[in-house]
Nanobody, 124 residues
Framework: QVQLVESGGGLVQAGGSLRLSCAASGRTFSTYNIGWFRQAPGKEREFVSHITWKGTTTYYADSVKGRFTISRDNAKNTVYLQMNSLKPEETAVYYC?????????????????WGQGTQVTVSS
């Protein structure tokens, strides 16, 4: 089992940057694939990015490609999401999630564990 805690959210102007962190407890963190999702008010939770347990493979939603970068430091039990050139429509609660599954990383049902989320607000 793994517990996830997100941090790094906040208020930023359009075009600005934030780096989110997903800190995990549990000795087996390095065996988990990690995903980032976001949920805006009144909308479904949507996929943002994913990184495999070794960090060798990453996936991104088309809307964030070229602006967001996911990375991980297994020695620190932490996954990061660097977000650049943020847009107001990306205001949402951002969640990280963990899975040992190799199935579709873009599907919420793939993930077994979720954090509580961190709020990101992008002002125009």
């Amino acid at each position: 089992q793994v517990q996830l805690v997100e941090s790094g959210g906040g208020l930023v102007q359009a075009g600005g940057s934030l780096r989110l962190s997903c800190a995990a407890s549990g000795r087996t963190f390095s065996t988990y694939n990690i995903g980032w999702f976001r949920q805006a008010p009144g909308k479904e939770r949507e996929f943002v990015s994913h990184i495999t347990w070794k960090g060798t493979t990453t996936y991104y939603a088309d809307s964030v490609k070229g602006r967001f970068t996911i990375s991980r430091d297994n020695a620190k039990n932490t996954v990061y999401l660097q977000m650049n050139s943020l847009k107001p429509e990306e205001t949402a609660v951002y969640y990280c999630a963990a899975t040992t599954s190799g199935f579709d990383p873009k599907e919420k049902k793939t993930y077994d564990y979720w954090g509580q989320g961190t709020q990101v607000t992008v002002s125009s």
